[in-house]
């Protein structure tokens, strides 16, 4: 392996990977998880090594019902467990009442298109950020910290491409002082690598220091490219689903997120070891089984495969992963 090759596993290896089954990945679901379920999956997660958990949302649960018990969920977990957590919200009362109940870590949502999140939030872009520093000040009195989370970043459902200074002007707005880190979402799962590279290098580059996120989808099969592409260009942490699961009620058109199972395949972290991910794919079968949604990784599909030499496969006919070697490169 030479120095270049060496550098990108690193980089590739020390990203955060971000599960958001339990916020994106249950929004177009029929069914609703128990909050002993949530609290559950959480703990599971946590306790395999996974980093970051997006765990609900704030939304209002007529509109959106698998997230009716969010503040439910947060209760029931420990401090410790939630600071590996976020919660999505929209408005400064989100924050306020997601804190009250023990979050401290905040993902602020709009949309780069006013169309979008008129849609998704029922209020224009600006509107979104003129609220934006009360929504700080909450998160800051917690001692929490919170993201500037841009949806439709790259394409949005009813407005088509998005031009990239709208992006890079939402980053820079002043408004947005506070914001610990921007998460740039292609929401629609549209883009493709070399759009993500380009923006991503773009706001690291033309806009304050932040830490960057990204967050994917695979509509169109490039969720792992896009993924890819936006660990090289500077992301630092990335979102995924189990099994693909989810998509977002408000974008027509939108289709599951990366799956986790794919991207943690495709950037080995240091954490992850051949047993680990055995454990996640079931993990992820049996909460897709329970929900009755199809499984969409593809590396959770190669790990059923009967390839037995590889060491990321588990036996066919197992329900439990067998231990194996390392995982790392």
Known sequence: MNRHETSLAATLGNTILRDVTLRDGLQLTGKVLP???????????????????????????????????????????????????????????????AAAAGARNFQYCLSASDSHNKANIGRTTEESLAALPE?????????????????????????????????????????????????????????????????IARVREESPARRIVYHGHDTWGLGVANTLAAIQAGAAMVDGALGGLGGCPFAPGASGNTSSEDILFATRPGWLTTEIFGE???????????LGEPNRSKAAQGARSNAAAFDWVLQSDSTTPTPCTSGDN
């Open 135 to 199: 929504a700080v000040a909450y998160a800051k009195a917690v001692g929490g910290q919170i993201q500037l989370c841009i949806a439709t970043s790259f394409t949005c459902p009813f407005e088509g491409m998005v031009p990239e200074e709208r992006v890079l002007a939402i980053a820079n707005d002043p408004r947005a002082e506070g914001t610990t880190d921007i998460v740039l979402c292609d929401t629609l799962g549209q883009a493709v690598p070399a759009q993500v590279s380009g923006l």
């Open 280 to 290: 996640l794919v079931v993990l992820s079968e049996k909460l897709l089984a329970e």
């Open 35 to 97: 909050t002993e379920r949530k609290v559950d999956t959480v703990r599971e997660l946590l306790r395999l090594g996974v980093p970051a958990i997006e765990l609900g949302s704030m939304a209002r649960p007529d509109l959106v019902p698998t997230m009716a018990n969010t503040l439910e969920v947060v209760q029931a977990l420990t401090p410790g467990e939630l600071e590996k957590c976020w919660i999505w919200v929209a408005t400064p009362g989100h924050v306020a009442k």
